[in-house]
């Protein structure tokens, strides 16, 4: 990412008075993620002893706005989200997790947080137009900013070195990802390319943020 320039941090203190409280009109490239959705066929490419897994996955993400975000003046506008992944085989969850989509209509940064309950997380970072029909995203091992955590075991064991998440909105109103992430497996020398796709159908509408959601109300009474 390219670093602010150091003319926009003389005042890192005072935050933006003209802040929007509608958080569903200002998400930018985002908007269109808001909601509830759902898919049936997502393919997911895994390390096994044996060699690469090929699973395919039933999946739920719910995008959730949240209000207005300021560091000092950056402004942020964001979804909180849950991914929620089972298979037809098994009941138990195949994948969970959480975390937020960020959108600065300032400088058309996009960021992803990730959190997973097997002790990782990660924040991937990229550009997009508040227009744009892909938006992605990556993040790095070794980082400080847009970079990625992990527990020993899995530094040891399942090593992440990067990230990255293409997301394709299409005219139909469905939209898809890809998610690649570079894996270093214990014991083997060439890194393994993770992949995990699917194109998801909108189940549900999103819900106005917290602060637009009392404003409605203290303005209707």
Request: hydrophobic share 35%; with cysteine.
């Amino acid at each position: 990412m390219t670093p602010l320039p150091m003319a926009t941090l003389t005042d890192v203190f005072t935050e933006p008075s003209n802040v929007d409280p509608e958080t569903l009109n200002n998400l930018g490239p985002l908007r269109r993620l808001a909601g509830r959705w759902r898919a049936r066929k997502g393919v997911d490419l895994n390390p096994k002893a044996e060699g690469p897994e090929r699973r395919v996955f039933i999946e739920t993400i719910d995008f959730q706005a949240i209000d207005p975000q300021t560091n000092g003046p950056q402004l942020l506008y964001g979804l909180r989200y849950h991914i929620h992944i089972t298979t037809e085989e098994e009941d138990i969850t195949f994948h969970d997790q959480v975390g937020y989509w960020l959108w600065e209509p300032a400088s058309g940064l996009v960021m992803q947080t990730i959190a997973i309950p097997r002790g990782q997380v990660a924040i991937a970072a990229g550009q997009a137009s508040p227009d744009a029909d892909e938006i992605v995203v990556t993040a790095t091992r070794g980082q400080t900013d847009y970079g990625i955590c992990s527990t020993t075991f899995l530094e040891q064991a399942f090593r992440t070195d990067h990230y990255r998440i293409t997301i394709t909105f299409h005219p139909d109103g469905s939209w898809s990802y890809v998610t690649d992430t570079e894996l270093l497996v214990h014991g083997r020398d060439m890194p393994f390319a993770h992949q995990d796709r699917n194109t998801l159908q909108r189940v549900g509408e999103a819900k106005p943020n917290p602060l637009a959601l009392i404003l409605s109300k203290r303005k209707a009474g």
